[in-house]
């Protein structure tokens, strides 16, 4: 499965575009790429997913550059609410379950 | 609402009960999962089950036992637990493994005395 690294915490401010970013050097070929969110004492709720270029969604975009070795997931003008963890996971349709890594905290303030 | 419940909501047990935590799907869903996330920890995956049969048990200990009696039905069943199992207990499922969406219930709030 391949290794996913993700910033441990960042910060903005209400209306601001944030912008996170996820390594994955080694994915194969076969691998999808997505993105989960996480409240406080919840479980995870999925964001976004993609393959390569970009997608987007009523609440995010995520850009996938051509060699695919990372993924940046976009939340324009973020509000107080988007405070949360955000993960990135990276695998394909096989048995195996994907593995939720450490996660970004993202911090919105006023 | 997820489509994901899970009981109890909240757990206090003592090292020498035993109790169990269940998980229902009203998603058609074949695959179901048990993870625990600590304080401040990532999420760890602790069993899958696909179309009722165990296809992952990542390590866990023998205190926790997992029982899939159908696919739309997962439990978990604690004995002799220590306190360092105190934690939020999640399911999910999700249509088929690997990259499909997970949906997750509110989890289990497990506090081992």
């Known amino acids: 499965l391949a290794k996913t690294t993700q910033p441990i915490s960042m910060d903005s401010y209400e209306g601001q575009e944030v912008n996170i970013t996820c390594s994955h050097n080694?994915?194969?070929?076969?691998?999808?790429i997505t993105w989960y969110q996480q409240f406080p004492s919840q479980g995870p709720r999925f964001i976004i997913q993609?393959?390569?270029t970009k997608v987007t969604n009523e609440v995010a975009s995520l850009f996938i550059p051509a060699d695919r070795k990372s993924s940046t997931l976009s939340l324009p003008r973020v509000s107080l609410s988007d405070t949360a963890v955000y993960y990135c996971?990276?695998?394909?349709?096989?048995?195996?379950?994907?593995?939720f890594g450490s996660g970004t905290r993202l911090q919105v303030q006023p | 609402e997820t489509g994901v419940t899970q009981t109890p909501r909240h757990l206090v047990m003592g090292m020498t009960n035993k109790k169990s935590l269940k998980c229902e799907q009203h998603?058609?869903?074949?695959?179901m999962y048990w993870y625990k996330q600590s304080a401040k920890k990532p999420l760890e995956l602790m069993f899958v089950?696909?179309?009722?049969?165990?296809?992952e048990n990542n390590s866990v200990p023998s205190r926790f036992s997992p029982e899939c009696p159908n696919s739309s039905h997962l439990f978990l069943h604690l004995h002799t637990l220590q306190p360092e199992d105190s934690a939020l207990y999640l399911c999910?499922?999700?249509?088929?493994?690997?990259?499909?969406?997970?949906?997750f219930g509110p989890g289990t709030r497990l506090t081992v005395l």
């Open positions: 999910a499922s999700s249509q088929g493994q690997g990259r499909n969406e997970q949906f």
């Open positions: 080694n994915i194969a070929t076969n691998d999808y």
């Open positions: 993609g393959y390569k």
């Open positions: 996971l990276v695998g394909d349709t096989g048995r195996r379950a994907l593995t």
């Open positions: 998603l058609g869903h074949n695959a």
């Open positions: 089950y696909n179309f009722k049969e165990q296809t």
